[in-house]
């Protein structure tokens, strides 16, 4: 009897306890994200306001130490030092022992962050091989996408630098999962002024969707909402 009414109670803590332990992590992660946007502010800073370049097909995959992509830039510039702090400690795939610099992956040169960054002209007249950037103080394009429609960012604090990893099925390394991110509901999001917080997606619209299409529309929905346009 008492190990029964112990097995009720601890059923009952479990997703409490579970709730509890995410919350954590998120809150991990949005101080991760804070750390990244320092260092992006000091990259910028160095190269006359202009913003990591990356291109639309790598927006986690990060080149290499010699040869590096978006948040790459970070690490190689020694602008963020620990590499651990560029994944989110809710992944349970993509981690930093087996897609970072440091990591076995070494060897195929395929190197992963845990955050995805913002590229603002996918799929539009840049192409899948253009470097993309822009300077962190604007002012900015209208997000360039056949699948979301916005206008541009009005500054800074409205601009999406970079996000939890939405979707990942890409060159990963043998074995592990395709990748859907977030924290339940919400999105992590570092913005172009260094500030990070979380995005509710009240609405289910692209978190955890099992769409290629999603990585890409999040930043021009996100910018909609923020503005009050959707």
């Known amino acids: 009897m008492v190990i029964a009414i112990i097995a009720i109670l601890a059923a009952m803590l479990l997703p409490a306890l579970s709730a509890a332990r995410e919350r954590a992590r998120s809150a991990t992660c949005i101080s ?24 639309q ?18 690490y190689t510039g020694q602008y963020v030092a620990d590499g651990k702090a560029m994944f989110c400690p809710s992944l349970t795939t993509i981690t930093y022992e087996r897609y970072f610099y440091t ?63 939405l979707r990942e099925d890409n060159y990963l390394v043998s074995g592990d999962a395709v990748v859907y991110g977030g924290h339940g509901k919400s999105l992590n999001i570092i913005w172009a002024d260094g500030h990070a917080d979380a995005f509710n997606d009240t609405k289910g619209e692209f978190v955890n969707k099992n769409d290629w299409k999603v990585p890409f529309n999040a930043p021009g929905y996100i910018l909609e909402y923020v503005q009050g346009d959707r």
């Open 103 to 165: 990591s076995d992956v070494a060897k195929s040169g395929n190197f992963k962050t845990g955050y995805a960054t913002a590229v603002w002209d996918f799929p539009g007249s840049t192409g899948s091989d253009t470097w993309v950037s822009f300077k962190l103080s604007g002012p900015f394009k209208p997000w360039n996408s056949q699948y979301a429609a916005t206008k541009a960012p009005s500054g800074p604090s409205t601009m999406p630098l970079g996000t939890d990893i």
């Open 57 to 74: 097909a790598y927006q986690t995959n990060i080149g290499s130490e010699v040869n590096p992509a978006g948040w790459g830039f970070l």
């Open 32 to 55: 991760n994200l804070k750390n990244m946007g320092l260092g992006a502010t000091m990259y910028a800073g160095d190269n006359q306001d202009w913003r990591l370049p990356n291109r």
